[in-house]
């Protein structure tokens, strides 16, 4: 019997990405780049064969999913839970000015998961969240299949993190994923 194969695809490139503008749950579209990045990665999905496609609900990640559902002729359904870690006060602010106004919790927040960017949402909290969309969509799934997951950079991490089984403090070694880029895991 063979396993199912959860892919995480983070959505292509969007005009705040290019400026380095913490989007968080802003609903910011991909630009020019990111929606010739996601048909490009789209065409290399394709040969994992995917059976199901879930998306965050915010544009840049639905775009994202839909290159590949076309070219798979898959339904993209969408996921609120799937959605990018809230940010309150630092959604929309650059990396610089976020360091300049709140430079104590900028420093804390990259490796403590406690830490409320903003305000907003912890990675753990975030974690709990994201799995949760994933969960129910691979109970949809059928051994064998494949499913792709299209959403954020920071809510992809904080996934990927718990299905490794990481501890918390471990998940900011994992990076995050370029835009338009994905990690593969297979159950065994």
């Not at 609900?57 to 076309?70: E, F, H, M, N, P």
């Not at 798979?72 to 360091?99: C, S």
Request: hydrophobic content about 45%; charged content about 20%.
């Amino acid at each position: 019997m063979a396993g199912r194969t959860l892919v995480l695809w983070r959505h292509g490139r969007t005009s705040w990405n290019l400026v380095s503008r913490f989007q968080g749950q802003e609903d910011v579209p991909l630009d020019e780049v990111g929606f010739d990045q996601v048909r490009r990665a789209a065409q290399t999905l394709l040969a994992l064969q995917p059976s199901h496609i879930v998306s965050s609900d915010l544009t840049r990640a639905v775009d994202t999913a839909k290159a590949l559902g076309k070219l798979a002729n898959l339904e993209v359904v969408t996921d609120p839970d799937l959605r990018e870690t809230f940010a309150g006060a630092w959604q929309g602010m650059t990396r610089a000015e976020i360091i300049e106004s709140y430079a104590d919790d900028y420093a804390a927040w990259g490796g403590d998961s406690n830490v409320r960017p903003g305000g907003g949402e912890t990675r753990l909290e975030v974690a709990e969240r994201v799995m949760r969309g994933i969960s129910r969509a691979l109970a949809q799934v059928p051994d064998g299949g494949t499913l792709v997951v299209a959403a954020h950079g920071g809510s992809l991490r904080a996934a990927l993190g718990r299905l490794l089984a990481l501890e918390p403090a471990q998940w900011t070694a994992l990076g995050v994923l370029a835009n338009a880029q994905w990690s593969v895991l297979r159950e065994l």
